[in-house]
């Protein structure tokens, strides 16, 4: 990627074709997942995901490479009707957000969720709920007792952060990182059934290979 291109007869030969088709391996095992970001407008979706790195990263997990996309999606429905069927394609986790100092943000998660539902994202598919804007203790709203429990009722983990206060920068990674992690040991589970189907692997082992990704949530 991004070298000049080779007339047949110039190919690199030796060292520098094994360099080459290193690179082009790595390059074309590099899994990418989309993350979407939903909620209200204002609750902090697009500074939450500047802060993970301007919303596109490469981490290695257990060895491999995975580029995590963030999309962030607007709020505003005026901006969101052109754009929403495009948002939920082919989308591999949901993060939902609400403002820890405005009931009415963690009220519409509701209305997000059957949006969400609506566009036919399969069940399987890792949902988080992110409470923002935690630095404003004294306006808190939203009791961490309520959204955790709303949280358990949609099978979701729970994080309460601020994407405007740096000492919570590690938090806001923690969130993707733990999606990632989620993901790929899916993932991973999925090449062991291709692999089991094929006769390859006697046995799934569901265990095991989710603490071989020793996801940090
Ligand atoms: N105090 C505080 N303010 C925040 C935090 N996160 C975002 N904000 C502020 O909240 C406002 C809205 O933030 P955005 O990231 O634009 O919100 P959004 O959800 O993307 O909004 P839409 O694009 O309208 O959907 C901005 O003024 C931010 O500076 C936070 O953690 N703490």
């Keep these: 990627r991004g070298?000049?291109?080779?007339?047949?007869?110039?190919?690199?030969?030796?060292?520098?074709?094994?360099?080459?088709?290193?690179?082009?391996?790595?390059y074309l095992r590099v899994r990418i997942f989309k993350i979407i970001v939903i909620g209200d407008?204002?609750?902090?979706?697009?500074?939450?995901?500047?802060?993970f790195c301007g919303g596109e990263k490469t981490v290695e997990i257990e060895g491999e490479k995975i580029k995590v996309q963030v999309w962030d999606t607007a709020g505003q429905e005026r901006f969101r009707k052109s754009m929403v069927e495009h948002y939920y394609r082919n989308?591999?986790?949901?993060?939902?957000?609400?403002?820890?100092?405005?009931?009415?943000?963690?009220?519409?998660?509701?209305?997000?969720?059957?949006?969400?539902?609506g566009h036919a994202v399969p069940p399987?598919?890792?949902?988080?709920?992110?409470?923002?804007?935690?630095?404003?203790?004294?306006?808190?709203?939203?009791?961490?007792?309520?959204?955790?429990?709303?949280?358990?009722?949609?099978?979701?983990?729970?994080?309460e952060t601020s994407a405007k206060d740096p000492k919570e920068s590690q938090n806001v990674e923690s969130i993707f990182m733990c999606l990632a992690c989620r993901l790929k040991a899916q993932k991973s589970l999925l090449y062991r059934d291709m692999?089991?189907?094929?006769?390859?692997?006697?046995?799934?082992?569901?265990?095991?290979d989710a603490n071989k990704n020793s996801c940090p949530c």
């Design 3 to 26: 070298g000049p291109l080779l007339a047949p007869g110039m190919q690199p030969s030796g060292p520098a074709a094994a360099e080459l088709d290193a690179s082009l391996e790595q």
């Design 41 to 51: 407008s204002n609750v902090g979706k697009t500074c939450l995901t500047f802060r």
């Design 91 to 117: 989308v591999h986790a949901v993060i939902f957000v609400y403002d820890v100092t405005k009931m009415a943000s963690f009220t519409n998660l509701k209305m997000w969720i059957e949006e969400c539902n």
């Design 124 to 159: 399987f598919v890792p949902k988080v709920l992110v409470g923002n804007k935690c630095d404003l203790r004294e306006q808190i709203q939203v009791p961490s007792s309520v959204a955790l429990k709303f949280a358990d009722a949609h099978n979701m983990l729970l994080f």
């Design 195 to 208: 692999e089991r189907q094929q006769g390859k692997v006697q046995k799934l082992e569901f265990t095991q």
